[in-house]
């Protein structure tokens, strides 16, 4: 089957096998790899994108439900070169080690952002609970975040 | 000293950039045209004897390109850290649940994994090693030639058993540890890539190259020289990529087809073939007098190996090494045995077995403060290693042991341990107990004295005018390629945005040793200074030839003469000027500080201190541990990069919080019962406490600008604290790792 979404702000379509997940799709088809396969079970999001304003597990979405959504990943966050807010923030609270989880992390703090732009630290942690980071121990992704929060409240 | 310009402020990670956008191409993110997918077949037995591996079926389904097995190995079918006892694919005998004896490569995943469900392996079974103690009974069988000892230490100081008589306190325990799983998020795999030259290359994540080449060079029968290892990036790696795992059967693969080969390895996969942190049971008699002094310690401690050596030998030397801790004792006894089992395979963890060996020496400690009513900080003070004091080993260490006391004081001092009376009696809730706990530990820098510990830099000017800075230690998220940008640019006296890294390629680097043994800051830092300083010679040198001043100084734009100002070259010319000189490159090798003596457990010079406070919740009803805060005082030296120190002290804090209460990796009947994510949790978001990082900061003459490592220093202290202040909520004293909530209930129960 053919399907068709918006991807990254783009309107593309995509031949597919039925029994494909989002997450081969965008890594083998559209050749973005921002997401990982960590677990492939939900367990992870490292596979973390935005779909239709909310985040998801990519390993988790079977690729017919992908049919005229709107699909964001880390790689449609910068603007004309320029990082997102939350990018910004989580480089410059040390909140990226080997990299590995950030992709997926940096997606479900935008997620919450794009939903809610003035989040408690409770949400914010709830937000990115089901992201496992194995290096960073959290302290700074959360700092990160919260700087993301107050940027972006600042510039609104 | 002069102000620093680079070093000890906040600095922003060399490889950011590309990791926040997403654009850094991992291993399992590369793509080469016409690559095969490969599938490993794996022995579903703990230790059997393989009669035979019929693949004809499998090699003639469709897409399948090859069907490989021991007979397809050129060269030694073995590798390992320690000595080649691991085979590459079984063609004799499997050790273990997951060893590999076939690997299919087609042309894509499915027609592999098709494949590798029609080879027939005919299996003749062995009884299984499943506990230490099994592999010391009479008559066990042998799972290699040699028998299944791995390592066997004694030794004595003094009269221990003298000492516990004439003591006022004793105390006894046994304590366990189990397996840890790394867990990295990246799990292994990569490419393989045959060369033009019938050579080959590797794409895959792993923390020494130059070691992987040499092994594979065995393995391949091809000269080192025809075998090129990418090693970087890492997603994650915390020692559980130390040794090989899929390399050779890549490089096989490569060679063999005649095609690019990719594996990667689903979260089941990963967690049956990859190593473990090494399960330990301890058994510690511990004395000291009516003031607390101490006088005898003693331990007896099994552990296993699993069925390779590995590098688990040295992981138990090294638990052994620091039996210890800091702390000084007039007579002393050590047996230690680490033996071989049909279990997991185990290795480096971060922390190396000094984590397990912690959590006995800082349990005992805390139970003879209180059977004195002593103080815990004032009893660890009272008997930590003075300045100038040889170590209960015997061995010498460097000045930098004052350290210990400055993180006690500093800790003593702090607003959360004056404080700790207050927390306990916020506690509202009847069955909620609320209690502190401390510990300490000490970490080595370096592989220790049994092996050459040496590091090569080199430096290199391009035509653009970049600074080439080559070192191979790999970064695998601890932040070395951030650390040898600043300590380059600091060196230099240039801009960072000059400098570029280049690490874990062997066709591109000089060997500086394994990314490994918290030694990447201290050692290949130094070779970089070395290296740096010997280019700032060369290019003073040069400036004399043509300037004929010894007034040359050293910018971001080039080389000047101090009090001519028009003489000047920039640093796209200084390329071409030193060529011209026959100087294509600078390189410098340092060698890591060592002790006087040596025996057989390889002792260390150079230590990292830490202490920890810990306050925590124990939920009486439920057994849940939660814990509120905690406050590190790392001893690493000057700090080079505030982020990047932070980050390691709160990474190895919450990382080991997780082996403490939550991690529990099980084993049956050699099977892994914790197969995936699912059923082994490891610590996110919501289960963190709040964390507090202070450095004392001392400065570390021998190292970089001041530093020691901290990787793995930061991941240990905590385990003691937790169960230390798990004691002082709730009463009850965990012996047996993990502290989870049916352990905690057990335990209050009793
Ligand atoms: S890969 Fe999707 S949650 Fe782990
Ligand atoms: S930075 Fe390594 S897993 Fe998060």
Known sequence: MVIKFTLNGERVSAPVDNNLRLLDLLRDYFKLTGAKEGCGQGECGACTVIMDGRAVNACLIPVRQVEG???????????????????????????????????????????????????????????????????????????????????????? | MAENKWIGKKITRYDGREKATGALKYMADLEFPDALAGKILRSPYAHALVKGVEIAEAEGMLGVVAVLTAKDVPGLNGFGIEGPDQPVLCGERVRFIGDPVAVVFAEDLESAENAVEKIKVDYEILPAILTPEAALEEGAIKIHEEGNILRHHKS????????????????????????????????????????????????YPAQYCFRDRMQLSAVLALPQEKIRINSNPLGGAFGGKDDMLLQPILALGAIKTGRPVKIHLSREESFMASTKRLPFKLTMKTAADKNGKFLAHKVFGISEAGPFAGISGAVFNYAFENAFCVYKFPNTDLEGICVFTNNSVTGAFRGFGNNQMTFGTESQVDQIAEALGMDPIKIRRLNCVKGGERYSHGHKVNESVIGIDKCLETMENSDMWKQREDFKSQTVEPWIKRGVGIAISQHGGGLGNLLDDTATAQIEVLSSGIINVKVSNEEMGQGSLTTFWLIAAETLGVAPEMIEISSGQTHNAPDSGPATASRSTFIAGNAIIKTAEALKDELKVLGKELWGTDEININSQGIYCVTCKTNFISWTEISAALSKKGIDSVSRTVAMPETDIKIDLGLHFIHTYVSQIVDLEVNTLTGEVTLIQTEIFPEAGRVINRLGYEGQSEGGSVMSMGYTIMENFKIKDGKAMTRNLQTYLVPTAADIPEIKVTPVELVEKEGPFGAKGLGEPASIPITPAITNAIYDAAGIRIKDLPASPERVLMELCK
């Open chain 2, 156 to 203: 004595s100081n003094g009269d221990v058993e003298a000492a516990f008589k004439e003591a006022a306190v004793v105390v006894e325990n046994t304590y366990t540890t189990p397996y840890e799983e790394h867990a990295y998020i990246e799990t292994e795999g990569g490419f393989g890539l045959p060369l033009e030259d019938g050579g080959v290359e590797l794409y």
């Open chain 1, 69 to 156: 959504t709107e699909v964001l990943t880390i790689e449609g966050l910068e603007k004309d070169g320029e990082m997102d807010i939350v990018q910004k923030a989580f480089l410059k609270e040390g909140a990226i080690q080997c990299g590995y989880c950030s992709p997926g992390m940096i997606m479900s703090v935008k997620a919450l952002l794009m939903n809610n732009p003035n989040p408690s630290r409770k949400e914010l942690v709830e937000a990115i609970a089901g992201n496992i980071c194995r290096c960073t121990g959290y302290t700074k992704i959360i700092k990160a975040a919260e700087t993301a929060v107050e940027e972006t409240c600042a510039q609104e």
